[in-house]
């Protein structure tokens, strides 16, 4: 009997239940996206992904990087091929959850930076309504601008959306604050309660909080012409097998 279909909101609640990454102890499982590039791209790569972080547009600096024919997990990564694993940013969906914040994942897309500040969302993608990923999706688009964000603060990037419960507010600042002192720089923008956040309206007593999609980097290989293929919430790994960015 084949499996039935499974929306992308499903998948992250399934995934959120499996997480156990502490920000504190820097230790535990987190939710990543697998990335491939050519064997011959990977300083390209790299290169890529420190200037998207140093510009903000990555979750976190912790990334693994396999050799072709390596393992990762039930994967095994292609002859002629490195793989780049990275933070997923729906880790931050995981934690709010387990902290018991009432949450509700809505959907990836892309958002209008002008002058370093985010503006609005110009097209999203609800987590209900698909079973792919939507920064995947958008990605194959050609409609991000990442590499125009990186030089001069304006552009299109990817970026994703939740929304929380208007009472625990308290608590999300204090889980994003744990993170950021983990090296999770992601977050985007957070809302106020029953106000639309870059566009996106919310629920009732709810609060939007937004955050820079885990993908953005390969976008912009991708953007200068490089091979890549890019799947987000591709599984769980124990952050202890990722490295830093500086290690490379």
Known sequence: MKEPLKFTNHRIEEYALQVTYNPEENTGKIIYNLSLIKEDDLSFALAMLKDAHRTGLMVSDRIRVAEPGEDIGDYTVPDHAHAICTMCSITLDALLLQRGVPLNPIGGGVVEIDRHEPRRFISMLLYKDTTLDPLEVLISQDITSIRSVMKHGSGNILANMRECHMEAEPLVGTVLDELTASGFSGILDVGAP????????????????TMVGGTNAMAAIKEAGRWVVTRALKGLIDIDEMGYLDDY
């Open 194 to 209: 029953n106000v639309p956040l870059l566009g996106v309206p919310v629920s009732p007593q709810y609060l939007g909080v």
